[in-house]
T-cell receptor
Framework: DADVTQTPRNRITKTGKRIMLECSQT?????MYWYRQDPGLGLRLIYY???????NKGEISDGYSVSRQAQAKFSLSLESAIPNQTALYFC????????????FGPGTRLTVL | DQQVKQNSPSLSVQEGRISILNCDYT??????FLWYKKYPAEGPTFLIS?????DKNEDGRFTVFLNKSAKHLSLHIVPSQPGDSAVYFC???????????FGTGTRLKVLA
């Protein structure tokens, strides 16, 4: 079984709809992250959380919100989706060790029409 | 302002030859660097990392070199194999922040 799972894997929605992307991990890591990937722009950090009570904005948090429901769960919400939020979204985790390479989920492809 | 840059969007290399992927950064506070590999329809996977106290780190066929004065790092893959065909991202962080800034990626194609 995958250590970091994301649901849904694909989603098509309409402008103005509320969307939630979910991430679960079985690695026991404290740190969780949400990124989006756009062609030519690489991975950009949306939000990150170092524990259940710690939520921080990343580079591009406008239009997004997150919830850390438990150590193992970190959800990303688009309150009112817009077409330029069409992207590939990745959840990642890392442990508390030095450096802390990240472990990524398989991604959610979101299309906003 | 792109703090981590991968100026080559793509690279093609013959099987068995060396692949060299480059990454430049602008923030002199960055002191930990990572390389990730990404296959289509999968998330990135960690490949190799280097701390700023080193200038080289090796792991099998993969070697990362860091030139702090030039704010440049490179990933060498020797010998290149068709299975290495993927998109490679470099990432940088400042110690203690656990926030990572990613480059835009380089698509490597290893030709059989």
């Amino acid at each position: 079984d995958a250590d970091v799972t994301q649901t849904p894997r694909n989603r098509i929605t309409k402008t103005g709809k509320r969307i939630m992307l979910e991430c679960s991990q079985t690695k026991g890591h404290d740190r969780m992250y949400w990124y989006r990937q756009d062609p030519g722009l690489g991975l950009r950090l949306i939000y990150y959380s170092f524990d259940v009570k710690d939520i921080n904005k990343g580079e591009i948090s406008d239009g997004y919100s997150v919830s850390r429901q438990a150590q193992a769960k970190f959800s990303l919400s688009l309150e009112s989706a817009i077409p330029n939020q069409t992207a590939l979204y990745f959840c990642a985790t890392s442990d508390s060790g030095r450096g802390g390479e990240q472990f990524f989920g398989p991604g959610t492809r979101l299309t906003v029409l | 302002d792109q703090q981590v840059k991968q100026n080559s969007p793509s690279l093609s290399v013959q099987e068995g030859r060396i692949s060299i992927l480059n990454c430049d950064y602008t923030n002199s506070m960055f002191d930990y660097f990572l390389w990730y590999k990404k296959y289509p329809a999968e998330g990135p996977t960690f490949l190799i990392s280097i701390s700023s106290i080193k200038d080289k780190n090796e792991d099998g066929r993969f070697t990362v070199f860091l030139n702090k004065s030039a704010k440049h790092l490179s990933l060498h893959i020797v010998p290149s194999q068709p299975g290495d065909s993927a998109v490679y991202f470099c990432a940088a962080s400042v110690s203690g922040t656990y926030k990572y800034i990613f480059g835009t990626g380089t698509r490597l194609k290893v030709l059989a």
